[in-house]
């Protein structure tokens, strides 16, 4: 059995962090998440912006939506301008919207980072701190957690130095990614960075993010790097149960993980969940309801629904007409009767299933504004008009 990830008041149990997900981790999904978990674990919202949210944007409101159920409730918060994330972490307790918040300087996308936002924003150490010391302040003792990358590229490293200015400011927990954000999603995570970041602020706990594709791939990376925790991203696209394996592993259960690393899940009697196609589709159908029930409108949450079926069907016997219409239902009884083509008595795919899934690609450079590498020091010309106003990534 592990320890808990004590993030303030709360104990996360297992220490299994989802990561936020540009729509991806809305509320819906995670409600299937949790499910699957039996409600343990702590499941972040997608990428909410300080700016939105302080003006009150329609799309962000609905994005801080939490179930009765989740608790608790995580918030991601992304920003560029101290003063305006200090008001959105002001607003989150003052209107209590949520009882953690977790700051984005993660994101790799060129929309975040050529306004010196997500993963580009620590390599100015003096707004890191800034943003960080607002955000402590206005969350008036709620926890604050903060999730980044390696750095920029590997000329322009900055976790080492972000994690310091962290414990500094009173950061409760640091999550890291593995990877620069010139890595985008390529290549392997760098384990051994975390394991550097975890001896370099033994204050704090510290989770490791980065190429989590199973729950043993989980217990590999604590015992690789020492870390508190794990934070899942893309390992969950399409296997929400895979939460239920997290939460077997980590309580040491015999009848759940992989103990010689094959892969195989029967090294000392481990089972992990392996979901005929039956099962698949019965998620599948429920996922798209919860979508179409949390945006009220059926259509618009199965439109919303069809960037999964690719995850959900990976490896299973579908067929690239079906496949193909599959993406574009836009009902649930058109998705249920599609689903019913199936053969549906066909078990997990295992090898065809299991392993990467999403994006994996890389970026030549990483968008940044003009002059943004000349000197980590300068901070000028950055402010509240560089924030971002629609939220969601």
Same mark, same amino acid.
């Given at each position: 059995?592990?320890?808990?990830?004590?993030?303030?008041?709360?104990?996360?149990?297992?220490?299994?962090?989802?990561?936020? /997900?540009?729509?991806?981790?809305?509320?819906?999904?995670?409600?299937?998440?949790?499910?699957?978990?039996?409600?343990?674990?702590?499941?972040?919202?997608? /990428?909410?912006?300080?700016?939105?949210?302080?003006?009150?944007?329609?799309?962000? /409101?609905?994005?801080?939506?939490?179930?009765?159920?989740?608790?608790?409730?995580?918030?991601?918060?992304?920003?560029?301008?101290?003063?305006?994330?200090?008001?959105?972490?002001? /607003?989150?307790?003052?209107?209590?919207?949520?009882?953690?918040?977790?700051?984005?300087?993660?994101?790799?996308?060129?929309?975040?980072?050529?306004?010196?936002?997500?993963?580009?924003?620590?390599?100015?150490?003096?707004?890191?701190?800034?943003?960080?010391?607002?955000?402590?302040?206005?969350?008036?003792?709620?926890?604050?957690?903060?999730?980044?990358?390696?750095?920029?590229?590997?000329?322009?490293?900055?976790?080492?130095?972000?994690?310091?200015?962290?414990?500094?400011?009173?950061?409760?927990?640091?999550?890291?990614?593995?990877?620069?954000?010139?890595?985008?999603?390529?290549?392997?995570?760098?384990?051994?960075?975390?394991?550097?970041?975890?001896?370099?602020?033994?204050?704090?706990?510290?989770?490791?993010?980065?190429?989590?594709?199973?729950?043993?791939?989980?217990?590999?990376?604590?015992?690789?790097?020492?870390?508190?925790?794990?934070?899942?991203?893309?390992?969950?696209?399409?296997?929400?149960?895979?939460?239920?394996?997290?939460?077997?592993?980590?309580?040491?259960?015999?009848?759940?993980?992989?103990?010689?690393?094959?892969?195989?899940?029967?090294?000392?009697?481990?089972?992990?969940?392996?979901?005929?196609?039956?099962?698949?589709?019965?998620?599948?159908?429920?996922?798209?309801?919860?979508?179409?029930?949390?945006?009220?409108?059926?259509?618009?949450?199965?439109?919303?629904?069809?960037?999964?079926?690719?995850?959900?069907?990976?490896?299973?016997?579908?067929?690239?007409?079906?496949?193909?219409?599959?993406?574009?239902?836009?009902?649930?009884?058109?998705?249920?009767?599609?689903?019913?083509?199936?053969?549906?008595?066909?078990?997990?795919?295992?090898?065809?299933?299991?392993?990467?899934?999403?994006?994996?690609?890389?970026?030549?450079?990483?968008?940044?504004?003009?002059?943004?590498?000349?000197?980590?020091?300068?901070?000028?010309?950055?402010?509240?008009?560089?924030?971002?106003?629609?939220?969601?990534?």
């Amino acid at each position: 059995m592990t320890q808990p990830l004590q993030l303030g008041p709360y104990a996360v149990q297992p220490p299994v962090v989802l990561a936020p /997900m540009a729509g991806i981790t809305n509320a819906p999904f995670r409600t299937l998440c949790r499910g699957f978990s039996g409600g343990q674990g702590l499941f972040v919202s997608e /990428m909410i912006t300080s700016r939105a949210l302080v003006e009150r944007n329609e799309k962000t /409101m609905r994005l801080v939506h939490f179930d009765a159920g989740e608790s608790p409730r995580s918030i991601q918060l992304y920003g560029v301008d101290p003063a305006t994330v200090g008001k959105a972490v002001r /607003m989150i307790v003052d209107e209590d919207l949520a009882d953690h918040v977790d700051l984005n300087f993660g994101c790799p996308v060129p929309k975040v980072t050529r306004r010196g936002g997500g993963s580009a924003l620590p390599y100015k150490r003096p707004l890191l701190r800034a943003i960080l010391r607002e955000a402590v302040t206005g969350a008036a003792g709620m926890p604050v957690t903060m999730k980044m990358r390696k750095g920029i590229d590997d000329d322009h490293l900055t976790y080492l130095d972000a994690g310091r200015i962290a414990v500094e400011e009173g950061v409760t927990a640091i999550a890291l990614h593995g990877r620069t954000a010139a890595q985008h999603y390529s290549g392997t995570a760098d384990w051994d960075a975390i394991a550097r970041l975890k001896e370099a602020v033994p204050e704090i706990p510290v989770l490791g993010n980065g190429d989590i594709w199973s729950a043993d791939d989980a217990l590999r990376m604590v015992a690789h790097t020492g870390c508190d925790g794990v934070v899942v991203g893309r390992g969950c696209l399409g296997r929400p149960w895979l939460f239920g394996d997290l939460v077997s592993a980590f309580a040491g259960s015999p009848d759940a993980g992989d103990a010689d690393g094959t892969g195989d899940g029967a090294a000392g009697g481990r089972a992990y969940a392996r979901p005929t196609l039956r099962e698949v589709a019965d998620t599948m159908v429920r996922h798209a309801r919860l979508l179409g029930e949390w945006l009220e409108d059926e259509a618009h949450g199965v439109i919303d629904f069809r960037k999964h079926v690719a995850w959900y069907t990976k490896g299973f016997s579908v067929g690239s007409d079906l496949r193909r219409r599959l993406a574009v239902s836009s009902s649930l009884a058109e998705l249920a009767d599609l689903l019913g083509e199936l053969d549906l008595d066909q078990p997990w795919p295992a090898a065809g299933a299991d392993g990467p899934r999403g994006r994996t690609s890389g970026r030549d450079r990483v968008v940044l504004p003009d002059g943004w590498l000349r000197d980590p020091y300068d901070c000028a010309g950055l402010g509240a008009d560089a924030e971002l106003d629609t939220s969601g990534g």
